[in-house]
């Protein structure tokens, strides 16, 4: 589903209006296996239109890179054409590249499941519909994907969420997106789609987690 363009937007859903008590109920415990690493790393996620994930995790201390692209297909399908007639592989992903001395794989995940996305719903995120648009961590390392695989064991276990959480654990590369995906959230801030779906997350982020978030 092709995101560009001139769309009308109800005002019903104009999330930017949402409160941090709307965002609550998304907030979910910090992992409790989070092992330390050393050197700068990076960490590749999925969950919906990347414009909104890059939007907030590029405002986390210790986050020095947030990069919008194509994760779990194959390079000559990477591209949004393609990617958008919901017949590769690949999901919208981001690339973040962090100082694990400030921010642990373990904090981007809490992030990622607690204002990020929704990880409950199956191959979608809000009005966008398919596989490209699924909830999916794609981790670098063996020990990512073993936090990763125990954390959403211990939410599953803890009922965060009034339904199961679906988000996958997959292999894949990550390939860069086309550069007018790039940071589109700060080049159009007033962009319809930007302010009905992706305003709230970065507002929930500052309201619920304000020492994670960058002066």
Not at 7 to 21: D, Q, R, T
Not at 52 to 65: S, T
Not at 147 to 161: C, E, M, P
Not at 166 to 192: L, N, S
Request: include cysteine; proline fraction near 8%; aromatic fraction near 8%.
């Amino acid at each position: 589903m092709s995101r560009l363009g001139n769309i009308l937007i109800p005002v019903a859903l104009l999330c930017a209006s949402c409160s941090a008590a709307d965002a609550a109920d998304r907030v979910v415990p910090a992992p409790r296996l989070d092992p330390s690493a050393s050197g700068p790393q990076t960490a590749v996620l999925a969950g919906g239109c990347f414009w909104g994930m890059e939007a907030v995790f590029e405002r986390l201390k210790g986050v020095n890179n947030v990069v919008s692209g194509y994760a779990g297909g194959s390079p000559g399908d990477a591209n949004y054409d393609r990617v958008s007639t919901e017949s590769t592989k690949h999901a919208e992903a981001v690339r973040i590249t962090y100082d694990p001395k400030v921010v642990s794989y373990g904090t981007l995940l809490q992030v990622y499941f607690s204002v990020a996305h929704d990880p409950t719903q199956l191959n979608r995120q809000g009005p966008d519909t398919g596989p490209s648009y699924r909830s999916a961590i794609f981790p670098q390392t063996k020990a990512q994907a073993d936090v990763a695989r125990a954390y959403i064991a211990q939410l599953g276990a803890a009922h965060a969420y009034p339904r199961p959480i679906v988000t996958k654990i997959e292999p894949g590369h990550f390939y860069p997106a086309e550069a007018y995906h790039q940071d589109f959230m700060r080049k159009h801030p007033q962009h319809p789609y930007i302010v009905a779906h992706d305003v709230a997350k970065v507002r929930a982020l500052s309201q619920l987690m304000p020492k994670l978030v960058k002066g």
